[in-house]
């Protein structure tokens, strides 16, 4: 199976303050860098249960950008990256059971730049994030290459990845431009999905919701299968709901929550 994702690659710069931030003090803290950006951690985590992976994003030119495209790399996962001046970085803070994220997303252009020569041939799946997407005033690329895959007979899942840019791109305009999209395979959380509403024609897709510790709902062939999470001793929550989607992906709703449960117990968003 060869699994080809789109979307945002970043710098993640963990913060692990176990006794909490000390205002105006110094705390102590873990604090590890690793790659992240949605469509980066499910292509990493799609290599890690044994299918292929080709990632499409942005690629900096700095030296952090650098670290990310060599983890990348180690990983196994084939990253076409177009090149940008600015990368993403998330800052995300773990202490007392919370996480604090703080986003830079970089420059969003390369989105423009990407085209359907990206995508490879014997592409399965096309996952794309749709955080670039909502952030580009020109969704065209992004659709051609989606009209790609499809053409080359592979099938397409979006995630909505965030309910307060799908308010702020507009309910009606994401709804109408997730038609066009045409996807089979929507991933959401509860407010992403709610979000929506009833503007959506569930028959078209089958819909994944990822409610955290609550577990995931599956709809699939207009059936519907909850599952729970499983007990695992949380570390960090950080892309688990990227590794549920390229559990799915791979094999399927048990291998999605054996793939979450698995992200949450250790520190950072990939294996």
């Known amino acids: 199976m060869h699994i080809t994702t789109l979307g945002d690659v970043m710098l993640d710069v963990i913060v692990d303050v176990p006794d909490g931030l000390r205002v105006d003090d110094d705390s102590e803290a873990h604090i590890s860098l690793s790659p992240g950006g949605q469509a980066a951690n499910v292509a990493s985590w799609v290599v890690t249960l044994g299918a292929r992976a080709t990632l499409i994003g942005p690629r900096g030119t700095s030296a952090a950008a650098d ?15 177009v090149p940008v001046d600015d990368a993403g ?29 990206a995508l490879p041939s014997d592409c399965d799946w096309l996952h794309i994030s749709a955080y670039p997407l909502l952030r580009s ?4 690329p992004v659709l051609a290459i989606a009209a790609a895959a499809h053409r080359h007979g592979g099938r397409v899942s979006l995630d909505l990845s965030s ?15 997730l038609a066009t999209l045409a996807p089979e395979l929507v991933f959401a959380t509860c407010p992403e999905w709610s979000t929506l509403g009833r503007r959506l024609d569930e028959s078209r897709f089958d819909v994944v919701l990822k409610n955290g510790p609550q577990g995931a709902t599956f709809v699939a062939a207009g059936m519907r299968e909850e599952r729970a999470a499983h007990v695992v001793d949380v570390v960090d929550a950080t892309g688990a709901g990227d590794a549920l ?6 094999g399927g709703a048990h291998l999605a929550m054996v793939t979450a449960a698995r992200c ?8």
């Open 89 to 117: 970085t998330v800052v995300s803070i773990l202490a007392s059971g919370t996480r604090t994220m703080a986003s830079d997303a970089g420059d969003q252009t390369w989105l423009s730049r990407v085209d359907a020569s």
């Open 245 to 250: 989607a390229a559990g799915y992906l791979v």
């Open 67 to 81: 670290l990310v495209a060599e983890r990348l790399a180690t990983a196994g996962v084939a990253y076409a990256g």
């Open 163 to 177: 309910a307060s840019l799908i308010r702020s791109f507009g309910v009606e305009a994401f709804s109408t431009l």
């Open 137 to 140: 005033k020109r969704p065209e």
């Open 264 to 271: 949450v117990g250790q520190r950072g968003a990939q294996p």
